[in-house]
């Protein structure tokens, strides 16, 4: 065997280097010394394709100018926000769950897959020609269907913001599937599965889209002077309002309240993960906010900063006030807080102060937590606290645009815009109440009618037996967390 290795080194190595080199050579100089009087004409076509290409480059860098870098620019910055505002379907797949007991994990993180994919069809079917198609009305958009037709169609191109059709969409199907994963965490643990199905395309595609038209659409609320950059009361509010209403009709879980009316506490089963879910949507808020101004300017830095500055606000006091009221400070309670604070400042982190942003999201902390005792009063089941977030926190922050609105602070679209602690009067705050009161109104009434449709031809809750065993078993065949010995403890409110 050695002896056969030596021979291989000995003969292998001089055989390709020393043998082979020198031929090759001598066969190049061979046909290349044929060639060589004619072999420069093969240049030619290369020599002219490269004359025009540079050409043609340098009259392109004479006609591109500094309005067409920042079209660019504005383009790539809305695309990646609207990356983060996708990804904050992660964030609220985990905080849902986490919340949610061990034995619906799986239920709560498929509805949190399924509903954007849901949103993005329903959106591109008829949603976003009703939210901001250009030949409808002041109530409702139309356009072509399927995201047909020309940029001018929804308000594009050179006339309108200086986005693709393209570009546009998915930032805004973002926000649609938004909404509807809002309804997912209040209506959890026990709804069908098919019946949040059909809900979420019936919000996504008709009723999210319908008032989103009233302002972002260029309709009446735009035309009146109501004010709501990045969608506390348009997309925050809104699903927080569907979910109040499917939480109402689907009626709280069993064990929840007592014989005596007492709440009984279910928690969830992983707060880790919850934890995680949190950070996810604060980053993914960097998104929804400075994306929101639809733009690459120096206004995107100074949203984000008022943005995080109403999240830090929320938590603490969330945390504080919890902790007060209970003798021990609330993970879940934090958890939320920060959420409200994101929540509250939404609608004006273009025209907030630093102090105003501060203050929106401290209140926005405060409210969040007796919103989800006054909730549990009148026997509103919110596994998650959706409710308590987004519709009560939407609204706040939605009026508070009318207190805390800084005129030497704005940035597109907010000039003038003053609230009652900066001069403004009463003015602003009366048109923000109308804005929330009118969107809230529609929403509940055409989610009510949605939900008891469904109610009356499908049924919208699984049966006792189905519940109790849990909704992974009884609508997915599957569990979570295979093997692992299941908590029962959430039974003794039953007993």
């Known amino acids: 065997m050695l002896k056969n290795r030596s021979k291989f080194r000995r003969r292998s190595k001089p055989s390709f280097w020393t043998a082979s080199v020198p031929p090759f050579d001598q066969a190049a100089k061979r046909i290349f010394g044929r060639v060589g009087s004619w072999a420069w004409v093969a240049c030619i076509p290369l020599a002219i394709t490269i004359l025009v290409t540079w050409g043609f480059a340098a009259h392109a860098q004479e006609e591109l100018t500094a309005e067409d870098v920042q079209v660019v620019l504005n383009n790539i910055w809305v695309t990646i926000a609207a990356f983060l505002v996708i990804f904050m379907n992660a964030g609220f797949?985990?905080?849902?769950?986490?919340?949610?007991?061990?034995?619906?994990?799986?239920?709560?993180?498929?509805?949190?897959?399924?509903?954007?994919?849901?949103?993005?069809?329903?959106?591109?079917?008829?949603?976003?020609?009703?939210?901001?198609?250009?030949?409808?009305?002041?109530?409702?958009?139309?356009?072509?269907?399927?995201?047909?037709?020309?940029?001018?169609?929804?308000?594009?191109?050179?006339?309108?913001?200086?986005?693709?059709?393209?570009?546009?969409?998915?930032?805004?199907?973002?926000?649609?599937?938004?909404?509807?994963?809002?309804?997912?965490?209040?209506?959890?643990?026990?709804?069908?599965?098919?019946?949040?199905?059909v809900f979420s395309i019936l919000l996504t595609a008709i009723a999210y889209p319908i008032t989103g038209h009233w302002l972002w659409g260029g309709g009446w609320l735009l035309e009146l002077g109501f004010h709501d950059f990045a969608g506390s009361t348009i997309v925050h509010s809104v699903g927080g309002w569907a979910a109040l209403m499917g939480a109402a009709f689907l009626g709280p879980r069993m064990g929840k309240y007592n014989a005596e009316g007492q709440?009984?506490?279910?928690?969830?089963?992983?707060?880790?993960?919850?934890?995680?879910?949190?950070?996810?949507?604060?980053?993914?808020?960097?998104?929804?906010?400075?994306?929101?101004?639809?733009?690459?300017?120096?206004?995107?830095?100074?949203?984000?900063?008022?943005?995080?500055?109403?999240?830090?606000?929320?938590g603490v006091a969330a945390t504080f006030v919890s902790w007060g009221l209970s003798g021990k400070p609330d993970l879940s309670m934090t958890i939320n807080g920060i959420l409200a604070g994101l929540v509250s400042v939404t609608a004006g982190c273009y025209v907030f102060g630093y102090g105003g942003a501060f203050w929106a999201g401290l209140i926005g902390g405060v409210l969040v937590v007796f919103a989800v005792g006054f909730f549990d009063s009148i026997k509103i089941d919110d596994p998650v606290g959706a409710t308590s977030v987004h519709l009560v926190c939407g609204a706040w922050g939605t009026l508070a645009v009318g207190l805390f609105a800084n005129p030497n602070n704005f940035t597109q679209g907010g000039e003038g815009i003053s609230g009652l602690f900066f001069g403004g009067g009463l003015a602003q705050l009366g048109i923000q109440f109308v804005g929330v009161l009118s969107v809230g109104l529609f929403t509940v009434v055409l989610s009510s009618i949605f939900w008891l449709v469904l109610k009356s031809t499908m049924g919208l809750r699984v049966s006792p037996e189905e519940e109790m065993k849990g909704l992974d078993i009884g609508e997915h065949g599957m569990e979570a967390y295979s093997g692992f010995l299941k908590d029962t403890t959430d039974m003794a409110g039953m007993m």
Request: aromatic share 14%; hydrophobic share 55%; net charge neutral.
């Open 93 to 197: 797949a985990m905080v849902e769950t986490g919340f949610a007991r061990q034995k619906n994990a799986v239920n709560v993180l498929t509805k949190n897959l399924i509903v954007f994919a849901l949103a993005t069809l329903g959106y591109w079917f008829i949603g976003f020609s009703l939210m901001f198609g250009a030949n409808g009305n002041p109530f409702v958009g139309w356009g072509s269907f399927f995201l047909g037709g020309a940029p001018e169609l929804y308000g594009l191109g050179p006339d309108g913001l200086n986005l693709s059709k393209d570009t546009f969409f998915l930032f805004q199907v973002a926000f649609a599937g938004t909404a509807a994963t809002i309804v997912s965490g209040a209506v959890a643990e026990r709804i069908k599965f098919v019946d949040f199905l």
């Open 263 to 314: 709440v009984n506490a279910l928690p969830g089963h992983n707060l880790s993960i919850a934890t995680l879910g949190c950070l996810i949507l604060w980053l993914g808020w960097f998104g929804f906010n400075p994306g929101s101004q639809l733009a690459a300017d120096l206004a995107v830095p100074y949203i984000a900063v008022t943005t995080n500055l109403g999240a830090a606000a929320g």
